[in-house]
């Protein structure tokens, strides 16, 4: 790395440096594709509600189920707490539906799929072919959901996770094939009022994943979702659901990518994880939306909400993100800690860069006895772009001997820009140990002093212990999906602001 | 939210209609008070800025218990004390215009309302303090000062000066503070509440010009409602900041440290120190904030808060904030909650030391780091043996 950067502090290590202009510097997934497309009316009413649920064939009941949530979404006002700052949303001029045209029926196997429509996730990296293992050099095995604006377009590898008891597949056809456990779940970790942006995904969401691992199951393979906006002046709104019974294992991930367009789209997703006793979920996102041009014109605005309820005893789920894209950002994935000994955590690398915003972050909500959380997030902010950690950690009355780690750093990459933290701490009972830490001064010393004892100098150890396990955690992202998070590990957060 | 607005404003028209009479002068710049509060009304629960701390705990009624407070060498001021000499000048502020008064208050609001700072604008009485040399130190007792306090400072370049409030017995007093130093100068403000009836809120409002020394200490040793505001302007380059505390609320009782620093300078330096031991019933509160605008470069921002409690069925209540807009800077913020060390415990019992006093000296160390922070060593030997006298009266 040769080339000359200006307007650098000292100390900021030229390879993250390089490494995030060239984050920022051109959107490769930024292609359209031209698909004949078919629209709901322009705007938003009970009737688009209406129109959207028999689409998908639902029973009266899901139908229910959206009209009351678009009752309350009436009566709820957009947030406003959060540190980005965007134009007012004109929630009648989107759309709510596209589908493509050729997804009338939906085709049996990828095999009848649109070629158009395979080709767009060909040139995206997306393997949608059961690749078979070829001259016996084994090949990890993913099996992927491929959301298309509003509708999933087919899942591979069906019948092999079904063999293993695994459900699969997209949350409409969920609908009609499982109404017992869609019912028995759906809306029970974000409820339908819980937040503006959720309130509008439960009456207008049109398609996303639905997994289900049975007791004592260890997923076979990673399970991914894929989510493509490709129409114009469309908002995505998915909803996933992965309930891991007792004893059971999943990792899934999910990535997204949308075409360069002048103006802002919206994706507004609700993500619900349920763990019962004993269960393990690893949910790992790329989020890669299109984040504007370097004016901020166009991008994804992308107001998600991602809960997990950990219900059962021992229960572990972890949340890791890689956040790259989407012009605005309001994200907050988190762990709602009720079984005794469950742990949650949290690992975040988020870059922005141009004029991009993002005000993500994660919430640890200790209910249950001896619960475990761990943050950690990396902010690396450059160009005009403003980055803030966004975290509650609240311990209750009940939830004894429990214990949080936060760990946040921050780096600023020229002086336009801003990195900014904002962490809630509630700590209700004697026995719990809670830590906020956003310097590298700030590390244990127990653990400090360990390394040191082995002869590792004090700024080795540091970056050992501080950048230790989120490389671990990224590096675990399967490799199909992570090539920006792969090269992102290089960052290091020397100089970092706090 | 329209009707959280009206439920605002019909407390500040309360407020408003009695409200004293005052000076002419006085009452031309409290009009700007009023329409400010009848416009933004008071605080509700449902404002970002007072979620850990309710305002309806303003109204409710208390317990009664009053700790010794020590008495500190100094001269004694009241809202009538009127004095004059070439180091410091003292007027009470019915009898003379100054631009000062609610200028920083007012300027505040940009960074969050401070609507109890309008209304203790509105009653209370006060002096105006210039300090152009060595001002010495000025006590306030609130026991014997009967209203509302205001104090309007201005410390000259190269001038010091240092106040030290008590006050055992409770009150429902507010408190506004507003000092200006100018380059070189050096404030020095230590605050000690102790009384359980207290329903306080006390602001410090201060803008630094370069090579200033503002350091700001309080203790709380308990409180129905202590809720003490500083707002800090860093204006001037090579600034140094400090503003801690240490609360001992082992009495129940609510204290709330909200402190809001803006570095707007070259290589200015702040600190935050706040050292929390809650027992049942207690709730301790910080919200701190460094901002760093984009122009001051060279900041070393530094933010501690450690929450210790000694028993279930208290809260501890933290949100330490960064906002930074410049990229050559560090700052830090740490912030820890938990019960005891058993391990020092162990310790200390294993070399004979009784159970309670082994939590007495525990207890007595963790407050330390925020005591440490006071600039003169007389002062922090006096707030070390009164807190000490405080902490070994107690049953741990």
């Given at each position: 790395m040769t080339e000359v950067i200006d307007n650098v502090k000292d100390g900021v290590d030229s390879e993250t440096v390089a490494q995030v202009r060239e984050v920022g510097s051109?959107?490769?997934?930024g292609f359209s594709s031209d698909i004949e497309t078919e629209f709901a009316p322009m705007g938003l009413s009970e009737d688009i509600v209406r129109l959207i649920s028999s689409k998908n064939n639902e029973p009266e009941w899901m139908l229910e189920w959206r009209l009351q949530a678009y009752r309350r979404w009436l009566t709820m006002v957009e947030p406003d707490w959060a540190m980005v700052d965007y134009p007012k949303i004109n929630f009648q001029e989107q759309y709510y539906y596209a589908r493509p045209k050729s997804m009338d029926i939906r085709p049996e196997?990828?095999?009848?799929?649109?070629p158009k429509l395979l080709e767009t996730y060909k040139k995206l990296g997306i393997p949608l072919q059961e690749q078979e293992a070829l001259l016996g050099v084994k090949q990890r095995k993913v099996a992927v959901d491929a959301v298309f604006d509003s509708v999933s377009i087919g899942t591979t590898f069906k019948d092999e996770l079904e063999k293993a008891g695994v459900i699969f597949m997209p949350i409409s056809e969920a609908i009609q094939k499982h109404p017992e456990l869609v019912k028995k779940y759906l809306g029970t970790v974000v409820p339908q009022a819980d937040n503006f942006y959720a309130a509008l995904n439960c009456a207008v969401f049109s398609d996303g994943s639905f997994v289900y691992i049975p007791k004592g199951?260890?997923?076979?393979m990673e399970l991914s979702t894929y989510f493509r906006i490709n129409a114009e002046n469309t908002g995505q709104f998915e909803r996933t659901l992965i309930v891991a019974d007792e004893g059971s294992y999943v990792s899934y991930l999910e990535g997204c990518t949308a075409p360069k367009r002048d103006s802002a789209q919206l994706h507004a997703a609700v993500v619900e994880l349920v763990l019962l006793d004993d269960a393990e979920i690893k949910y790992s996102t790329v989020q890669n939306w299109y984040p504007g041009d370097d004016e901020g014109k166009g991008g994804i605005y992308n107001f998600v909400t991602k809960r997990a309820d950990c219900?059962?005893?021992?229960s572990h789920v972890m949340w890791t993100q890689v956040e790259t894209g989407s012009s605005v950002t309001w994200k907050y994935p988190s762990c709602?800690?009720?079984?005794?000994n469950s742990q949650g955590e949290f690992y975040s690398v988020a870059i922005t860069n141009n004029m991009q915003q993002a005000d993500t972050g994660t919430k640890m909500i200790h209910l249950g006895k001896n619960t475990k959380s761990r943050i950690v997030s990396k902010g690396i902010s450059a160009g005009k772009a403003q980055n803030t950690y966004r975290g509650l950690v609240t311990v209750h009355p009940k939830a004894t001997g429990s214990r949080n780690f936060t760990q946040c750093d921050s780096l600023l990459i020229g002086d336009k820009c801003g990195a900014h933290t904002v962490p809630y701490i509630e700590v209700k009972n004697a026995t719990s140990k809670v830590e906020h830490e956003a310097t590298t001064s700030k590390v244990d010393e127990d653990q400090l002093f360990y390394c040191r004892q082995r002869g590792i100098g004090e700024e080795d150890a540091v970056a050992l212990i501080v950048n230790g396990f989120a490389k671990e955690v990224l590096q675990a992202l399967p490799m199909e999906f992570a090539v920006e998070a792969q090269a992102l590990v290089k960052i290091s957060l020397e100089g970092s602001v706090g | 939210m329209n009707a959280i607005l009206e439920a605002k404003q019909s407390l500040a028209s309360d407020w408003v209609s009695s409200a004293p009479v005052v000076s002419d002068w006085r009452a031309a710049r409290l009009e700007e008070s009023r329409k400010w509060l009848l416009a933004h009304g008071g605080p509700h629960a449902r404002d970002h800025y007072w979620s850990y701390t309710d305002p309806k705990l303003l109204d409710a009624s208390t317990g009664s218990l009053n700790v010794a407070m020590p008495s500190f060498a100094g001269t004694a001021i009241l809202p009538t004390t009127k004095t004059s000499s070439d180091a410091l000048k003292i007027t009470p502020i019915e009898e003379a215009e100054n631009k000062l008064f609610g200028r920083l208050v007012a300027s505040a609001h940009g960074r969050g309302a401070r609507p109890l700072a309008e209304k203790t604008l509105l009653s209370a009485q006060g002096v105006y303090i210039e300090v152009m040399g060595d001002g010495g130190v000025l006590t306030i007792d609130r026991d014997v000062w009967p209203d509302d306090i205001y104090l309007g400072i201005t410390v000259a370049s190269g001038a010091t000066l240092t106040i030290i409030e008590t006050g055992a017995k409770s009150s429902t007093k507010n408190m506004v503070v507003e000092a200006e130093l100018a380059d070189g100068a050096s404030f020095h403000h230590i605050r000690i509440a102790a009384a359980l009836e207290d329903k306080f809120h006390a602001h410090l409002f201060a803008e630094l010009g370069a090579n200033c020394d503002l350091r700001s200490f309080s203790f709380s040793g308990a409180g129905h409602l202590h809720r003490f505001e500083s707002v800090v302007d860093l204006l001037g380059d090579n600034s140094h900041v400090s503003i801690a505390g240490a609360d001992l609320l082992m009495n129940k009782g609510h204290q709330d440290d909200t402190v809001y620093i803006t570095h707007d300078a070259l290589n200015c330096n702040s600190r935050q120190v706040f050292k929390r031991v809650v027992t049942e019933g207690a709730t301790s509160v910080f919200q701190g904030k460094i901002l760093v605008k984009e122009?001051?470069?060279k900041t070393d921002g530094y933010q501690i808060s450690q929450g210790l409690m000694l028993e279930d069925g208290a809260e501890i209540l933290s949100k330490p904030e960064l906002e930074i807009y410049a990229d050559d800077v560090a700052c830090s913020h740490g912030s820890t909650t938990s019960g005891m060390d058993e391990t020092a415990l162990f310790y200390l019992r294993s070399r004979g030391v009784p159970m309670n006093e082994a939590r007495q000296l525990l207890v007595r160390a963790f407050i330390e780091e925020a005591i440490e922070e006071i600039h003169s060593e007389d002062l922090r030997e006096q707030i070390g043996a009164m807190s000490e006298e405080w902490i070994f009266g107690q049953a741990l």
């Open positions: 051109e959107y490769k997934y196997t990828i095999d009848d799929v649109d199951t260890k997923c076979p219900r059962g005893k021992n709602i800690l009720r079984g005794d | 122009d001051a470069q």
